[in-house]
């Protein structure tokens, strides 16, 4: 894989963060930090450090032994570095990411010293028509100068659930199929991120995390991006042991047809998602220095 520099960045560019180990020392301190914390509604810190975890433990692909902590997601943009602040405005080359803090901007080099991070992947749209990094940027800066943009843990959280939905050794996709079979499961679970992703498209200021950020960024701009379902058997059949009756579901779910996927543009996806789409391509890394 080969490693990058800023200069090979463009905008729009998808970053994908991979994070160190998990160290139980660090999530005990950041317990400390809670426990010191006199604003309740500060006491985030431990429960934001698993949260980093949480998501590649519940998300994490296909590497097998190559596994990474694979947590966070942001993109490369053009934004005033001092908006918010009583200076003239000056835009720069930085990444756009939405954080704890809300949405704002981080300089690389800064970001590549930090402790959370391993190794940036750089995720680059295979196809770019005219304007695309115009429309790109112009969609990330409607983001990023409101700053009133909340990040939401509620969202976050989310995304593990449904991380656990989409593989079919995940808890929650076993306790699925145990109830409605293999195709039920599959059936409900394509109803959830449908009615997850239309609640999206009109509430996307109340469901702003790192991923669904970027996702947002690319649907609004006009270039959505495909997330493609997980290898499964396309002649999915009803599980022997379904006890409910053929009536529960609708005519158009009992078909003896195979399954296919919903067509969704997805914008509440993971980090991981964002760069398994078939839209983008790895160009190269960003090492931790």
């Given at each position: 894989?080969?490693?990058?520099?800023?200069?090979?960045?463009?905008?729009?560019?998808?970053?994908?963060?991979?994070?160190?180990?998990?160290?139980?020392?660090?999530?005990?301190?950041?317990?400390?930090?809670?426990?010191?914390?006199?604003?309740?509604?500060?006491?985030?810190?431990?429960?934001?450090?698993?949260?980093?975890?949480?998501?590649?433990?519940?998300?994490?692909?296909?590497?097998?032994?190559?596994?990474?902590?694979?947590?966070?997601?942001?993109?490369?943009g053009n934004v005033?570095?001092?908006?918010?602040?009583?200076?003239?405005?000056?835009?720069?080359?930085?990444?756009?990411?939405?954080?704890?803090?809300?949405?704002?901007?981080?300089?690389?080099?800064?970001?590549?010293?930090?402790?959370?991070?391993?190794?940036?992947?750089?995720?680059?749209?295979?196809?770019?028509?005219?304007?695309?990094?115009?429309?790109?940027?112009?969609?990330?800066?409607?983001?990023?100068?409101?700053?009133?943009?909340?990040?939401?843990?509620?969202?976050?959280?989310?995304?593990?659930?449904?991380?656990?939905l989409r593989y079919?050794?995940g808890a929650l996709?076993?306790?699925?199929?145990?109830?409605?079979?293999?195709?039920?499961?599959?059936?409900?679970?394509?109803?959830?991120?449908?009615?997850?992703?239309?609640?999206?498209?009109?509430?996307?200021?109340?469901?702003?995390?790192?991923?669904?950020?970027?996702?947002?960024?690319?649907?609004?701009?006009?270039?959505?991006?495909?997330?493609?379902?997980?290898?499964?058997?396309?002649?999915?059949?009803?599980?022997?042991?379904?006890?409910?009756?053929?009536?529960?579901?609708?005519?158009?779910?009992?078909?003896?047809?195979?399954?296919?996927?919903?067509?969704?543009?997805?914008?509440?996806?993971?980090?991981?998602?964002?760069?398994?789409?078939?839209?983008?391509?790895?160009?190269?890394?960003?090492?931790?220095?």
């Amino acid at each position: 894989m080969k490693p990058l520099n800023q200069t090979d960045l463009q905008i729009g560019d998808i970053l994908i963060f991979e994070n160190q180990d998990f160290s139980y020392v660090k999530f005990l301190d950041e317990l400390k930090k809670d426990y010191f914390e006199e604003d309740p509604k500060k006491r985030m810190h431990a429960a934001f450090y698993l949260l980093l975890y949480l998501i590649p433990w519940f998300d994490p692909g296909k590497e097998g032994k190559e596994y990474k902590n694979i947590y966070h997601a942001a993109i490369w943009g053009n934004v005033d570095v001092n908006r918010g602040v009583n200076k003239t405005p000056e835009n720069l080359d930085r990444i756009v990411q939405a954080g704890r803090t809300g949405i704002g901007q981080a300089e690389l080099e800064a970001t590549l010293k930090g402790e959370g991070v391993k190794n940036i992947y750089v995720y680059r749209r295979k196809n770019q028509p005219v304007h695309f990094q115009d429309k790109i940027n112009s969609a990330t800066r409607a983001f990023y100068d409101e700053v009133s943009i909340p990040y939401s843990y509620e969202t976050a959280w989310l995304l593990a659930v449904i991380c656990s939905l989409r593989y079919t050794d995940g808890a929650l996709y076993k306790m699925l199929e145990k109830h409605l079979g293999e195709w039920g499961a599959k059936k409900m679970i394509d109803i959830v991120q449908l009615l997850i992703n239309e609640y999206s498209n009109e509430h996307q200021k109340k469901m702003v995390a790192c991923s669904t950020l970027v996702a947002m960024i690319y649907k609004n701009a006009g270039f959505e991006l495909e997330v493609e379902e997980l290898e499964a058997d396309p002649e999915i059949v009803v599980h022997p042991d379904l006890k409910l009756s053929a009536d529960f579901f609708h005519q158009s779910f009992t078909s003896s047809k195979p399954l296919n996927p919903l067509e969704l543009k997805e914008t509440i996806i993971t980090p991981r998602q964002l760069s398994e789409s078939p839209d983008v391509e790895l160009i190269g890394y960003l090492p931790h220095s």
